[in-house]
């Protein structure tokens, strides 16, 4: 095969591509991986790592881990200052910095024979009957099929005129250096505000000597005014030189298939695979990326084939979790005193369900299809309603 030419063309440095590279190219499958940065490359990225996502990543987290979270804190309610706590015995979230946990799943297809492009530039791509051709500033290349992970922008996708359902929301975030005492209140613990942002909610991860703060809301006009008044609320005095914020896009509601057309498929943020509760979307970054290398295994990169193992795949794996995780948000970023209500009566239950997500153990459909969920809720929700009920 020639040096421009390959089985498998995947397009963008992130979790999704990294590993569709990484599973095609320890089969044997010839790659290349085309990243328009230098490599390691910077991504804004909160860096929190749930359990889920964990067990679909193959290097060791451990090696560029900045910190463990064996606790998660929501805080859902402005008038109550108590938070829902989970706890684990191992991490629920692991902490890492994004240009790390990326680059080691990089390294990985690398060492497995996948061929590196990075500083290259992908300006435009060609859809044949029997094979893709991309247009890059150093030369053209051609493969059997194209894996389009370039993230939220989504600029290739954009020229191939894909129609784009996704709902964009601006998040934003600051790496911030503390003291010693401020570093101890948040140590070993993921914390999560829902009552704190305008349709939105805020986050403090701890890494190794910083806290990684952010917001994600619906209304990009007033993120900096929300993040200081976040901060000033945490206790946590703003910069002197003001807050070095760094945005980006997270799509917080999915494409509509195909997720493939013809040869080139679709994985992770570029899909719009992100989870609408938490906008975490390392996990489905993963896991899409992972389904497109087996659809193109598992059907001997067969078209046919191909076409109906992904789109089977992603709608029964993917999709359905987020159309109802996307139910749960309105509720959750709906109006406050109906949030306030409803929590109030099952919020430690939801914090219990949510952490099981987290970690893998369940997942939306399995408790969409709990009857002893139901049961829990109704009963909880008609003593709430009835509170005469309670004692007898």
Same mark, same amino acid.
């Given at each position: 095969m020639?040096?421009?030419q390959?089985?498998v ?5 992130g979790?999704a591509?990294?590993?569709a590279?990484y ?6 499958i010839?790659?290349?991986?085309f990243e328009?940065?230098e490599?390691p490359?910077h991504?804004v990225c ?5 359990r889920r996502a964990?067990?679909?990543y193959s290097p060791d987290l451990?090696?560029?881990s ?5 606790h998660?804190e929501?805080f ?9 706590v ?5 991490p ?14 990089i390294q ?7 061929q ?6 992908v300006k ?5 009957k029997?094979?893709v051709?991309?247009c890059?500033?150093?030369g053209?290349?051609?493969s059997?099929y194209l894996?389009?992970a370039?993230?939220?922008?989504g600029?290739l996708?954009?020229l191939?005129?894909w ?9 934003a975030?600051i790496e911030?250096?503390v003291n010693?005492?401020?570093?101890a209140?948040f ?7 829902f009552?704190q942002i305008t349709k939105?909610y805020?986050?403090v991860?701890p890494?190794?000597?910083h806290?990684?703060i952010g917001?994600?809301?619906h209304?990009?006009k007033t993120l900096?005014?929300?993040l200081?008044r ?7 005095n ?9 945005g980006?896009?997270?799509?917080m509601?999915?494409r509509k298939a195909?997720?493939?057309r013809k040869?080139?498929?679709l994985?992770?943020d570029s899909a719009g695979?992100v989870?609408? *509760?938490?906008a975490?979307? +390392?996990?489905?970054?993963l896991?899409? @990326?992972f389904? $497109?290398s087996?659809?193109? !295994?598992e059907?001997n990169?067969?078209?046919?084939g191909?076409?109906?193992?992904y789109e089977?795949?992603?709608?029964k794996?993917i999709?359905?979790? *987020?159309?109802?995780?996307? +139910?749960l948000?309105?509720?959750i970023y @709906?109006?406050? $005193?109906?949030?306030?209500? !409803?929590f109030?009566i099952?919020?430690d ?5 949510l952490?099981k997500?987290?970690n893998?153990e369940?997942t939306y459909?399995?408790?969409l299809?709990?009857l002893?969920?139901?049961r829990?809720?109704?009963?909880r929700l ?6 005469a009920?309670?004692?007898?």
């Amino acid at each position: 095969m020639n040096s421009n030419q390959f089985d498998v063309i995947v397009i963008g440095g992130g979790p999704a591509g990294g590993n569709a590279a990484y599973h095609l190219s320890k089969n044997n499958i010839s790659v290349g991986f085309f990243e328009k940065s230098e490599l390691p490359r910077h991504k804004v990225c909160a860096g929190g790592i749930t359990r889920r996502a964990a067990k679909l990543y193959s290097p060791d987290l451990g090696e560029i881990s900045e910190n463990e979270c064996s606790h998660l804190e929501l805080f859902l309610d402005l008038k109550s200052p108590k938070p829902f706590v989970s706890s684990a015995d191992s991490p629920l979230v692991t902490m890492v910095m994004r240009n790390q946990f990326d680059y080691a799943l990089i390294q990985l297809a690398k060492s497995n024979g996948a061929q590196i492009f990075e500083k290259t530039l992908v300006k435009g791509v060609i859809s044949k009957k029997d094979h893709v051709e991309i247009c890059t500033d150093k030369g053209q290349f051609q493969s059997k099929y194209l894996i389009l992970a370039d993230g939220a922008a989504g600029r290739l996708a954009k020229l191939l005129d894909w129609p784009d359902h996704r709902r964009l929301v601006p998040a934003a975030e600051i790496e911030l250096p503390v003291n010693i005492d401020i570093m101890a209140r948040f140590q070993n613990k993921a914390r999560f505000d829902f009552g704190q942002i305008t349709k939105g909610y805020a986050w403090v991860f701890p890494k190794r000597s910083h806290l990684s703060i952010g917001i994600l809301s619906h209304n990009k006009k007033t993120l900096r005014i929300e993040l200081s008044r976040y901060l000033k609320f945490l206790g946590i005095n703003t910069p002197q030189k003001g807050l070095n914020l760094k945005g980006h896009m997270i799509p917080m509601s999915p494409r509509k298939a195909p997720f493939i057309r013809k040869r080139i498929m679709l994985v992770g943020d570029s899909a719009g695979f992100v989870d609408p *509760i938490t906008a975490e979307g +390392i996990s489905y970054a993963l896991q899409s @990326g992972f389904l $497109a290398s087996q659809a193109l !295994l598992e059907n001997n990169m067969k078209l046919k084939g191909v076409k109906e193992y992904y789109e089977n795949a992603i709608n029964k794996e993917i999709v359905r979790e *987020i159309r109802i995780a996307l +139910i749960l948000a309105k509720i959750i970023y @709906g109006p406050p $005193a109906l949030r306030s209500f !409803l929590f109030g009566i099952a919020g430690d239950h939801f914090c219990k369900a949510l952490t099981k997500i987290i970690n893998g153990e369940k997942t939306y459909f399995d408790y969409l299809t709990d009857l002893k969920s139901y049961r829990h809720f109704t009963s909880r929700l008609y003593k709430n309603l009835f509170p005469a009920l309670k004692d007898s």
